[in-house]
């Protein structure tokens, strides 16, 4: 489940006489070519035996149109909170991500394996960071001596221009214990308590709350969008130790992946893992989900194009993939 975007103004906020939203950083992506190459070695550390990413698709998989239709569904919207269309996406080299809290072996495990297939779907460089400052105790470094179901723990979000680069800082503290982290995403691993309590710190929409205090919603993301821009500016992944295995792999992948951009559930479909029915237990990112990131970060397609006019540049992108395989001798079907 996908928590509230945040809409940021550019031109209302001020921070230090600059504005929040910074020219974009122009970058060189990669032709298709490459980028299908890297994630067809990220897939196999990610699939998983047995999940059909096209069930009801037919035997040639589907064609252009049904998945610039998905796609768009996907990434145009919000699904909580205020609207927020149009395609978006982090407009940065490198994104740090600060991991928070003791995730259990799997879940590191899972993230460890992850973060270098979105890697090279995004064209980003990810790496995770330690706090900028907690208690000397605080041992092994990284690790939250926190405990968010107390009455005096707090979690506090600031987000503006720092230093250099635009992060948000978040503090998290319980007592005298306080822990200071930078970071463009925030991943937190806690129980369902704590993930209740975090998310009246951020304010979340009312119907997620509700959902999250129910145990109907497991896990959750909040994040921020520039609307002028159209670029994300923070992102805060919550993430429950308590669950069942396969429960903690699809919160981890989906929530991660759609702070990134694939921001919407799609119910009931067979061809991604956001299909809003984790009872299916379906854990992994699809190859359609693969392929969706790398559009989404294809410089080609213009952040902030919504309706049809993104459903129309997707296809063309998605038919050019589909040419390119049979070009190279493949059958050219798209996933």
Not at 225 to 238: C, K, L, M, S
């Amino acid at each position: 489940m996908t928590g509230r975007a945040d809409p940021i103004s550019a031109r209302a906020v001020l921070e230090g006489g600059r504005p929040w939203c910074r020219p974009p950083v122009p970058r060189r992506r990669g032709r298709w070519s490459g980028r299908w190459l890297a994630l067809v070695l990220g897939l196999a550390l990610v699939a998983a035996p047995g999940v059909s990413p096209a069930r009801d698709a037919g035997a040639s998989g589907p064609d252009p149109a049904t998945l610039a239709e998905l796609f768009a569904k996907i990434v145009d919207g919000n699904e909580y909170g205020a609207p927020v269309p149009g395609l978006a996406r982090w407009d940065e080299r490198e994104l740090e991500i600060g991991v928070v809290g003791r995730p259990l072996d799997d879940q590191r495990a899972a993230l460890d394996a992850l973060l270098p297939v979105l890697a090279a779907a995004t064209g980003m460089t990810m790496r995770a960071v330690e706090p900028l400052a907690g208690p000397r105790d605080a041992t092994p470094p990284g690790q939250l001596a926190v405990d968010l179901r107390a009455p005096d723990a707090l979690m506090r979000l600031h987000v503006g221009l720092v230093g250099q680069g635009f992060k948000p800082v978040v503090m998290l503290g319980q007592g005298t214990r306080f822990f200071l982290w930078r970071a463009h995403m925030i991943v937190l691993f806690t129980d369902h308590h704590g993930a209740a309590q975090i998310g009246r710190s951020l304010q979340v929409a009312p119907r997620l709350l509700s959902g999250i205090d129910a145990g109907s919603v497991p896990c959750f993301a909040h994040f921020g969008i520039d609307t002028a821009g159209h670029v994300f500016r923070y992102a805060i992944v919550v993430l429950r130790t308590d669950l069942p295995d396969w429960a903690r792999r699809r919160c981890l992948h989906e929530e991660i992946v759609q702070s990134l951009g694939l921001r919407n559930d799609v119910r009931g479909s067979d061809l991604t893992l956001f299909d809003d029915q984790p009872m299916r237990r379906r854990t992994e990112l699809t190859p359609h989900d693969l392929m969706f990131l790398a559009l989404l970060y294809d410089s080609r397609l213009p952040r902030g194009l919504t309706g049809a006019a993104l459903r129309a540049r997707a296809r063309d992108l998605i038919t050019e993939r589909a040419a390119a395989g049979r070009d190279s001798g493949t059958d050219g079907r798209v996933p």
